[in-house]
């Protein structure tokens, strides 16, 4: 340091860096409605904890600061976010509901009782599924690469260029390829994390249509090309999270692949991919690339570990020693699944005139309508048809984006001991597989067997 004495005693009042600067902050902080976290960085550099309480990040915050400064650090001395060696030291706050499976990367869902009590899931409620540390983005310098290997042209949008085309809207659901894999860890161990059923959830999405910015570049739709999304988060070796999917979805107006830049409503928070994300509705979660820094049109397949060697399902009998990634196909479009949310299982519960009332939600891939869902709690020798809460319009036949809420009322003896199952057929009249026996993957995938809840009734 130059002329600043490196210590923080009473006497000398309280000091912080940030970028170049020193501040003495003495008379600053009584002031600060966010001096908690200020004294946070008392006698070192507020710059990790701005990253994190952006809120205290702004023009006037900054202008305010300037009249404390008492001198400069010298080069080395230095410790901005681009320093630290932490790469979780910027992740955003999140909201308690969130079950975490894993801290870092931030991977949670809510309970699955929160999912029936609305059409469309609450922002801050949807699951967050992050491969990698959640990338800093400064907007002002914020661009969108697109390169077409196609026809070798090329172009740079920023988000404000992005933001004055025309703006389309989507209802889709997003569905982790590992949604419900807790249910099928029960019956082999999987490499994966224990995914409850709430691994989904549906949002209106905003943003530019994909197919209009690639026909602008001049693309035309073939059956043998892919579209890459690359993420702006990066491993340690500076690898981004990637993925692709087939040129003609994209391409498809009915297909409805939108680069969104709102949620509900609002602008993308950072877990969800601020600024830009891909939303390809019908397709699973892990195409949906967020934070999205760069799209490719090519001959080939992405060749990300998360096309290649992951998101792909196999024979039950394939295991670890026999597994060749080349063999399948990256799973896009999802199956058709269903999950009870309330009551929980385990639950005891009371019956109102001898029925409980269960809900929950049904989902097909690819665009498919939920037509049916069916209950048994004996085993299968007897079914009741839920109710479906909303029909599902969807923007068109094929274009059923959004899963279905359902609601039943079984009947009940007092003291029984009952276990519910459910089972979706969607308008392909494809249902659910019955038993995760039979569909157990070696990476837990695309695990859609009848959901089973054990309740008591009181
Ligand atoms: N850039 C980037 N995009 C990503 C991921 C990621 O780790 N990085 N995770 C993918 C996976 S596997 C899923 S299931 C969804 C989750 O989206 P959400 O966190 O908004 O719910 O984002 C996908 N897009
Ligand atoms: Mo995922």
Redesign the pocket.
């Known amino acids: 340091m130059d002329d600043v004495t490196k210590h923080n005693s009473p006497q000398t009042g309280i000091w912080i860096t940030y970028g170049i600067g020193v501040y003495d902050i003495t008379s600053f902080v009584p002031k600060h409605p966010g001096s908690d976290k200020v004294m946070l960085a008392a006698g070192s550099a507020i710059d990790p904890f701005w990253h994190i309480y952006q809120q205290h990040n702004t023009k006037e915050v900054l202008k305010l600061l300037e009249t404390f400064r008492i001198g400069n650090l010298k080069e080395d001395d230095v410790i901005g976010t681009k320093d630290l060696d932490n790469p979780w030291a910027t992740e955003p706050k999140r909201h308690p509901i969130l079950k975490a499976a894993t801290q870092r ?1 931030f991977n949670a869902e809510p309970p699955a009782s929160v999912l029936v009590d609305s059409f469309l899931t609450p922002n801050e409620f ?7 540390p959640v990338p800093e983005v400064n907007i002002e310098e914020y661009e969108l690469e697109i390169d077409v290997e196609l026809n070798d042209k090329s172009k740079r949008l920023s988000f404000e260029e992005l933001k004055k085309l025309p703006k389309h809207t989507v209802t889709a659901t ?5 949604n419900r894999r807790g249910e099928m860890m029960e019956i082999k161990p999987i490499k994966g994390l224990p995914w409850g059923p709430s ?1 989904v ?1 549906n949002a209106e999405w905003s943003g530019v249509r994909l197919v209009d910015l690639l026909k602008e570049m001049g693309v035309e739709s073939d059956e043998t090309s892919h579209v890459h ?5 990066t491993d340690p070796t500076h690898t ?4 692709s999917i087939p040129l003609s979805k994209a391409m498809d107006p009915r297909g409805d692949v939108i680069l969104a830049y709102e949620m509900n409503g609002q602008p993308l928070n950072r ?3 601020y600024p830009l ?2 939303i390809v509705p019908g397709v ?9 820094g760069r799209i490719v049109v090519s001959k080939d397949e992405s060749d990300s570990h ?1 096309q290649q060697n992951d ?1 792909k399902s196999f024979s039950p009998s394939t295991d670890w020693d026999t597994v060749d990634f080349k063999r399948a196909p990256a799973i896009q479009n999802m199956p058709i699944t269903s999950a009870i949310c309330t009551p929980a299982n385990g639950d005891r519960l009371e019956a109102k005139d001898g029925y409980i009332t269960v809900k929950g939600y049904a989902w097909s891939g690819g665009g498919q309508a939920i037509i049916r869902v069916d209950l048994s709690v004996d085993g299968g020798n007897s079914w009741i048809v839920a109710d479906l809460d909303q029909v599902e319009q969807g923007t068109g036949r094929g274009r059923h984006w959004s899963w279905s809420l359902w609601t039943a009322k079984i009947p009940v003896k007092r003291g029984q001991k009952i276990e519910i199952w459910s089972k979706a057929v969607d308008d392909n009249y494809n249902a659910q597989p019955e038993t995760f026996k039979n569909i157990w993957n070696l990476r837990g995938v695309v695990g859609n067997a009848y959901s089973r809840v054990k309740v008591e009734v009181k």
Do not use: Q, T
């Open positions: 990367p949807f699951y967050v599924r992050n491969h990698l997003i569905m982790c390829g590992g691994a959830g999304f690359e993420g702006l988060d981004p999270y990637a993925a877990d969800h991919g994300r891909a699973v979660g892990s195409r949906n690339v967020k934070w999205l998360w998101y």
